[in-house]
């Protein structure tokens, strides 16, 4: 969505800041308008319908509003606070007090959103190899080393005290399933970033987990804006079987890549393969490449 509809927006109420009453508008009939506006952004989903009617309340009364949404240019969706009348609508993004954002990765705009291929599921299978790790958070720590000035070593609850993100992301698995629209919500490897300085010959990373697993990925793949370390799928905490109680979520890349039960992030200077790479899974994963195996 883009940010010119943060300064259009409210905050939740379903009233305004006047004390007006605010015209009460079923959920669907809430898009059904937006949608004659040519406004169908994927994330209106995620929005409550408070949020909804105030974004069809600005588009209807100001054009360029409309024609800023419907282009749906932009790469977040962020709620603010307060009186939107009272934000400089030449603003950006990082300059207005957020409550909540929603990063939308980039592949869910593709007019085709299934890589070649590919055949989509509504389920969520389960993958990997040996056994579901059950890990107990009051023992799990985040490591962070190699080509870094000074290591880390966070603790679940430090861990999960960072800053969230919301990321709205499609899945492809190298087995042949996707599935579309999963939003995630976690600690965006950005936020690791800010915590840490990094070498200049460190050019890649291993993320390593539980079992001995690991995964490679240069820098550029893993400080994308759309990768997280989540902790969330769809507004529940992850299950073992998919990861509790961190996993890596690597949206633009093979599922295999967004490895289950981190424990931690090593940087090093060469790239080297991780422990599906080893086994003949390519070295990058690309599925809009069919990046599936090497050679």
Sequence with gaps: MDYLSIHRMMAEETTDTTGDEVEVIDRRTLLNRLAALGIGLVGLRLLSDGQLLRVLQSAEREPEVASALSKNSGDRVVVSKGNATDLDPNASPEAIPAVGELV????????????????LTTGFPITGAGPIHRIDPGHWTFSITGLVEEERELPFKEFVSLEHVKVLSDIHCVTTWSRLDNVWEGISTRAIKDL?????EARFVMVHAAGGFSANLPLEDFFEEDVLFAIKHN???????????????VPRLYFWKSAKWVTGIEFIAENKPGYWESLGYHIRGDPWKEERYSG
């Design 104 to 119: 939308i990765s980039p592949d869910t705009r593709r007019d085709n959103r299934v890589p070649p291929g590919q055949r």
């Design 235 to 249: 507004d529940k905490e992850l299950t073992p079987e998919h990861g509790y109680p961190v996993r890596l979520v």
């Design 196 to 200: 840490i300085d990094i070498r200049p």
